[in-house]
């Protein structure tokens, strides 16, 4: 089985500091993993994975995570948060060889200005 | 690219009725899923088609739902004898190879009243 942990439901940062928000994950084998954005009444549109090679990935908006096999964790930072970033923010993790990818259960970021 | 397409945006239905919502994918995409969320959680994962073969289907999935990808382009997810429980944002994601991240469409919200 597959699953994800998001333990933070709230994120609250000022306008320019750095963002973090958590993930760990949990799964049989190396595992593929994701970042998704969601903004109201919205789908979820992708921000970066990580499947293989370098832990740090960069993906768009400025947004970059860090692939810890021995945490078991796949962070997803910014150096310099934006009011704009303010949104939900979904990880997601997939066995290789399953078919369906597995999300947390969202963590809401709010950039005050 | 044009993008995962969802119609409609939003369906309000009397309990007892049938909805049927309609997918299409990216067109280059043959991996087609159906996701279910609810207000604060991530999404579930209900059904997963390669081309037009059901793979997988979540235990989430009663009897009263079922859908189809009949030439492996566009899908339908119908929901017969709607219930209040039913009420969500219907998902639909698609993608090209396997380590591709998934592409949402901006969903399908249904109200049963």
């Known amino acids: 089985a597959q699953s994800v942990a998001q333990p933070e439901d709230q994120v609250n940062v000022a306008e320019g500091n750095p963002l973090t928000v958590k993930c760990t994950y949990s799964?049989?084998?190396?595992?593929?993993l994701f970042w998704y954005v969601q903004y109201p009444n919205r789908g979820l549109q992708f921000l970066l994975k990580y499947i293989t090679g370098d832990n740090l990935v960069k993906g768009s908006y400025g947004f970059e995570a860090e692939f810890n096999k021995s945490q078991t964790s796949f962070h997803l930072k910014k150096p310099s948060a934006l009011v704009s970033d303010s949104a939900l923010y979904f990880c997601a993790v997939r066995d290789p060889n399953d078919y369906k990818l597995s999300f947390g259960a969202g963590t809401t970021v709010t950039v005050r200005a | 690219d044009t993008g995962v397409s969802q119609d409609p945006r939003h369906k309000i239905t009397k309990r007892g009725q049938n909805v049927t919502f309609r997918c299409d994918p990216i067109s280059e995409h043959n991996r087609l899923y159906w996701y279910r969320q609810t207000l604060g959680q991530g999404p579930e994962f209900l059904t997963y088609?390669?081309?037009?073969?059901?793979?997988?289907k979540s235990r989430l999935l009663s009897d009263r739902f079922s859908a189809e990808r009949p030439k492996g382009s566009f899908s339908t997810l119908e929901i017969q004898r709607t219930e209040q429980g039913d009420s969500a944002m219907y998902l639909c994601?698609?993608?090209?190879?396997?380590?591709?991240?998934?592409?949402f469409g901006n969903g399908t919200r249904l109200t049963v009243t």
């Open positions: 088609f390669q081309n037009e073969a059901q793979l997988e």
């Open positions: 994601a698609s993608r090209k190879g396997p380590r591709s991240p998934l592409h």
């Open positions: 799964v049989s084998g190396n595992p593929y």
